[in-house]
């Protein structure tokens, strides 16, 4: 299935990174498998999560060139990261 979502003009504060992220329309493809009790917002913070980390991959890990390509201040990144318990490894 797939879901168009459009943002609206306005921010909000529980929004905002939702919002900075997702500045045109999107396509979403959420998976047949996922539950159909999974609520909206549970959806939209696994996307997130899922795009901080394709970030993070994509820019080797580096916070603040990840922060830039995502919108958000690093300070943002980081409370994100904490909030969805994404931690880099460690060599």
Known sequence: MFLKIVVSPYRCSSWSFFHS???QYLTVN???SDSPSTT???KVKNYEKELIINAL???NG???TTAN???VSKRTLLYKM???KIFEKKH
Request: aromatic letters at 10%; glycine letters at 4%.
């Open 69 to 71: 390509s995502l919108g």
């Open 57 to 59: 991959k994509r820019h």
């Open 82 to 84: 904490q909030e969805y």
């Open 21 to 23: 992220l997702l500045t």
């Open 30 to 32: 959420f998976k047949d």
């Open 62 to 64: 580096h916070r603040e």
């Open 40 to 42: 909206l917002k549970d």
